[in-house]
């Protein structure tokens, strides 16, 4: 990056970045550059780096935070020599899952979609497929929060072809 | 909680719904997210055309095999369905299932997916070579005009019945008997039933008259014309319908693409594909479902290898 003489000390540089609600969010420099859509901000743009505040339109503050520490973290697995315990990165992976809501989880999913990460993006639609696996289609709709447009005679013929996905799945 | 302004999931981008339905893995899952709306059908729906089956042949436990032609991750479903059957090949994702415990034998055809079955009349006939069976359907078995071709084939016994067919509903199968016809192998392309023989002559077959309509053409590829190489299969892909050849002496395998419809004439050499390797399935291959087959070896057709010894035709 930036290989300017003037010293800016050993200290790691600090990019800002404003979520959807107008929060700041100080960030290291490669922590930031992880996310593909930063990153094409600076493209062309280097000595901007300074002042700049990049503004992520579709990223709540609420989500900021956890959404750092994964690619903090994750970043630092990948560095690690050897390669870090795969309990370790399952465990961190579960912790950051836990009491995480439907909804949070979703919406964190339009976040990294936007930021345009592939590593978080397939962690969280992982995820997010496998809290829909073998659930009804009522959890389903609820979860997603997805209205159905089908009308009664449609949506009656539809599961009549499909009885048998009304058997054995899991309590909601 | 900070809200946003916006409902996640009513704008959410169809590739992002693609990616997560791919990760569901299981077609059973997927097909139940069909139900929840009508843009998840269509995903749905796209989705669940990337598996083709695999063979089974006699399933003691009830399991069929389902492949991923995208994710090549392959898929096991267990059905009570098809405990102790056989099952033959599929059409349009229906699977051909005869059980023999009782005389007559029944035959049905059922969609794995949605578990409906068809009945099909019983048979009198004794098939032959019951692991070469194959199921060709005109249309989705849903419909009430469609067509169940069974076609047993023998190999290098001329004059012998090989193409047995019904609609669902019917009391009995009907054969198609023609005088010195060896079919190699049938199938429906555009809605009409074509048939071939070792040789590469292509038939265009008139079901209700039982009778060969006309010949089509006769292949001009020179392996076929020297008897060193003999047709093997037709395959449809992507709305081509495709000739695949195996020769006698490399156990090698090519496929001809069959351009009559423009040009009355034969394609040759538009591909080659070597045995017991899977070839790269089409990225597209909706329009081939119904055709895209999987046959064992022919050097061990009654034992059929794990799927990484079998050769997809697609």
Same mark, same amino acid.
Request: with cysteine; charged share 25%; hydrophobic share 40%.
């Given at each position: 990056?930036?290989?300017?003489?003037?010293?800016?000390?050993?200290?790691?540089?600090?990019?800002?970045?404003?979520?959807?609600?107008?929060?700041?969010?100080?960030?290291?420099?490669?922590?930031?550059?992880?996310?593909?859509?930063?990153?094409?901000?600076?493209?062309?743009?280097?000595?901007?780096?300074?002042?700049?505040?990049?503004?992520?339109?579709?990223?709540?503050?609420?989500?900021?935070?956890?959404?750092?520490?994964?690619?903090?973290?994750?970043?630092?697995?990948?560095?690690?020599?050897?390669?870090?315990?795969?309990?370790?990165?399952?465990?961190?992976?579960?912790?950051?899952?836990?009491?995480?809501?439907?909804?949070?989880?979703?919406?964190?999913?339009?976040?990294?979609?936007?930021?345009?990460?592939?590593?978080?993006?397939?962690?969280?639609?992982?995820?997010?497929?496998?809290?829909?696996?073998?659930?009804?289609?009522?959890?389903?709709?609820?979860?997603?929060?997805?209205?159905?447009?089908?009308?009664?005679?449609?949506?009656?013929?539809?599961?009549?072809?499909?009885?048998?996905?009304?058997?054995?799945?899991?309590?909601? | 909680?900070?809200?946003?302004?916006?409902?996640?999931?009513?704008?959410?981008?169809?590739?992002?719904?693609?990616?997560?339905?791919?990760?569901?893995?299981?077609?059973?899952?997927?097909?139940?997210?069909?139900?929840?709306?009508?843009?998840?059908?269509?995903?749905?729906?796209?989705?669940?055309?990337?598996?083709?089956?695999?063979?089974?042949?006699?399933?003691?436990?009830?399991?069929?095999?389902?492949?991923?032609?995208?994710?090549?991750?392959? &898929?096991?479903?267990?059905?009570?369905?098809?405990?102790?059957?056989?099952?033959?090949?599929?059409?349009?994702?229906?699977?051909?299932?005869?059980?023999?415990?009782?005389?007559?034998?029944?035959?049905?055809?059922?969609?794995?997916?949605?578990?409906?079955?068809?009945?099909?009349?019983?048979?009198?006939?004794?098939?032959?070579?019951?692991?070469?069976?194959?199921?060709?359907?005109?249309?989705?078995?849903?419909?009430?005009?469609?067509?169940?071709?069974?076609?047993?084939?023998?190999?290098?016994?001329?004059?012998?019945?090989?193409?047995?067919?019904?609609?669902?509903?019917?009391?009995?199968?009907?054969?198609?008997?023609?005088?010195?016809?060896?079919?190699?192998?049938?199938?429906?392309?555009?809605?009409?039933?074509?048939?071939?023989?070792?040789?590469?002559?292509?038939?265009?077959?008139?079901?209700?008259?039982?009778?060969?309509?006309?010949?089509?053409?006769?292949?001009?590829?020179?392996?076929?014309?020297?008897?060193?190489?003999?047709?093997?299969?037709?395959?449809?892909?992507?709305?081509?319908?495709?000739?695949?050849?195996?020769?006698?002496?490399?156990?090698? &395998?090519?496929?001809?693409?069959?351009?009559?419809?423009?040009?009355?004439?034969?394609?040759?050499?538009?591909?080659?594909?070597?045995?017991?390797?899977?070839?790269?399935?089409?990225?597209?291959?909706?329009?081939?479902?119904?055709?895209?087959?999987?046959?064992?070896?022919?050097?061990?057709?009654?034992?059929?290898?794990?799927?990484?010894?079998?050769?997809?035709?697609?």
């Amino acid at each position: 990056m930036a290989s300017s003489s003037s010293s800016s000390s050993t200290q790691v540089k600090k990019i800002t970045l404003k979520a959807a609600d107008g929060k700041h969010f100080e960030v290291e420099e490669p922590v930031a550059m992880e996310m593909e859509t930063v990153k094409s901000f600076f493209v062309g743009n280097e000595d901007a780096m300074k002042d700049m505040v990049v503004p992520l339109l579709n990223v709540s503050s609420e989500h900021m935070p956890a959404i750092l520490d994964f690619y903090r973290n994750h970043s630092e697995f990948r560095k690690r020599t050897p390669p870090p315990p795969a309990e370790e990165v399952k465990a961190f992976n579960e912790a950051f899952l836990e009491n995480k809501s439907d909804e949070q989880l979703m919406e964190m999913i339009m976040a990294a979609n936007f930021l345009n990460t592939k590593e978080l993006l397939n962690f969280l639609t992982e995820a997010a497929a496998n809290r829909i696996k073998n659930k009804s289609v009522e959890y389903v709709r609820a979860f997603f929060g997805i209205e159905n447009d089908f009308t009664p005679e449609e949506e009656a013929r539809i599961r009549a072809e499909n009885e048998w996905a009304f058997d054995g799945l899991d309590e909601d | 909680m900070a809200k946003l302004g916006w409902s996640p999931w009513s704008d959410l981008p169809s590739e992002l719904l693609h990616v997560i339905f791919h990760k569901l893995e299981n077609p059973s899952d997927i097909y139940q997210c069909g139900i929840v709306c009508d843009s998840w059908k269509s995903v749905a729906t796209a989705i669940l055309s990337y598996f083709i089956f695999l063979p089974v042949n006699y399933s003691r436990v009830g399991d069929c095999v389902l492949f991923n032609t995208q994710t090549k991750g392959i &898929h096991t479903i267990t059905l009570p369905e098809l405990n102790r059957v056989w099952v033959l090949s599929s059409s349009f994702g229906w699977l051909l299932t005869i059980r023999f415990n009782n005389w007559p034998d029944k035959i049905c055809l059922l969609n794995p997916i949605t578990r409906e079955q068809i009945k099909l009349p019983f048979t009198r006939i004794v098939f032959e070579r019951i692991h070469d069976l194959r199921v060709i359907t005109s249309t989705s078995p849903l419909d009430p005009e469609c067509l169940v071709i069974v076609e047993s084939r023998k190999f290098y016994s001329s004059k012998l019945i090989s193409v047995f067919y019904c609609r669902p509903g019917d009391s009995d199968w009907k054969v198609i008997e023609i005088d010195n016809w060896n079919s190699i192998d049938v199938i429906f392309h555009k809605g009409e039933l074509y048939s071939v023989d070792v040789y590469g002559k292509l038939y265009l077959i008139d079901v209700f008259r039982r009778c060969f309509n006309h010949i089509v053409v006769e292949s001009s590829i020179p392996q076929l014309e020297s008897r060193t190489w003999i047709v093997n299969s037709l395959v449809e892909v992507e709305g081509s319908l495709l000739l695949v050849a195996i020769s006698f002496y490399s156990d090698t &395998h090519e496929v001809y693409k069959l351009d009559w419809i423009e040009k009355r004439n034969l394609e040759p050499n538009t591909k080659s594909i070597q045995p017991r390797t899977k070839i790269e399935p089409p990225p597209n291959p909706p329009n081939s479902r119904h055709r895209i087959q999987y046959r064992p070896t022919k050097s061990s057709p009654s034992n059929p290898a794990p799927p990484n010894q079998e050769e997809v035709l697609v």
